[in-house]
């Protein structure tokens, strides 16, 4: 069966501070793998999607950024922390034959 | 590209009433809507799914309804308990490819004993 990892868990960083968050999927190959966000009592807003290695597309203009190193991984980055980039990190993927999106744990940042 | 529209943002039903939530979309070569259910401070997860070949599914006390000429699809909750307190996003995305999911913003749900 497939599942997908997420970590890490929780992180609390400074404004300017470099972030990276880091999503495998396992049991599946070739994924379309999507990066969301949810800030604090809001919906799911979509960052990042890629449907193959080296292959990101941007849904929304930010400090962000998406790399999809290898097949089942998918990873967020910035180079600096603004507070608004405080929120509930998810990493989600589907297959590309069906339409049903399975998302990790998540990533709680908090940006002080 | 496609837009999801959910209402209501919050809804508070008693114990055994039924709770219907609301959504529209914008792009009529959307496919597929997909319910998620969230818990405080977990990930969203599937409940029900619809696609544009049917009209309507039901799954125990859950149901789906989907007008295409509308463009809009309902959740409907039956005999509600306090377990189904959560926050429930629909989306909307065409099937296949790298097509993405565009989610609503939501709907806390209090299910009240």
């Known amino acids: 069966s497939q599942t997908i990892h997420q970590w890490p868990a929780t992180l609390v960083q400074p404004v300017g501070s470099p972030l990276s968050l880091e999503c495998t999927v396992e049991?599946?190959?070739?994924?379309?793998l999507y990066w969301y966000r949810q800030a604090a009592g809001r919906g799911l807003q979509l960052l990042f999607y890629s449907v193959g290695i080296g292959q990101i597309s941007s849904e929304v203009p930010q400090n962000l950024s998406a790399s999809r190193p290898q097949d089942r991984q998918f990873i967020l980055s910035s180079k600096k922390l603004l507070l608004s980039d405080s929120g509930f990190y998810l990493c989600?993927?589907?297959?590309?034959?069906?339409?049903?999106?399975?998302f990790g744990e998540g990533s709680r940042l908090t940006v002080l | 590209g496609e837009n999801v529209e959910q209402h209501p943002s919050t809804l508070s039903v008693q114990e055994g009433d039924s709770a219907v939530i609301k959504c529209t979309y914008s792009?009529?070569?959307?496919?597929?809507f997909p319910w998620y259910k969230q818990e405080l401070g977990k990930r969203p997860q599937l409940i029900i799914d619809?696609?544009?070949?049917?009209g309507e599914k039901k799954d125990q006390r859950i149901a789906v309804t989907l007008n295409k000429t509308a463009k809009h699809f309902s959740l409907h909750i039956t005999e509600t308990q306090p377990e189904d307190s959560a926050v429930y996003f629909c989306a909307a995305s065409e099937t296949g490819g790298y097509n993405k999911l565009i989610f609503g913003a939501g709907t806390r749900l209090a299910v009240h004993p």
């Open positions: 049991g599946t190959s070739n994924p379309n």
């Open positions: 619809i696609r544009s070949n049917v």
């Open positions: 989600a993927w589907k297959s590309q034959l069906a339409g049903e999106l399975f």
């Open positions: 792009d009529s070569a959307s496919n597929y």
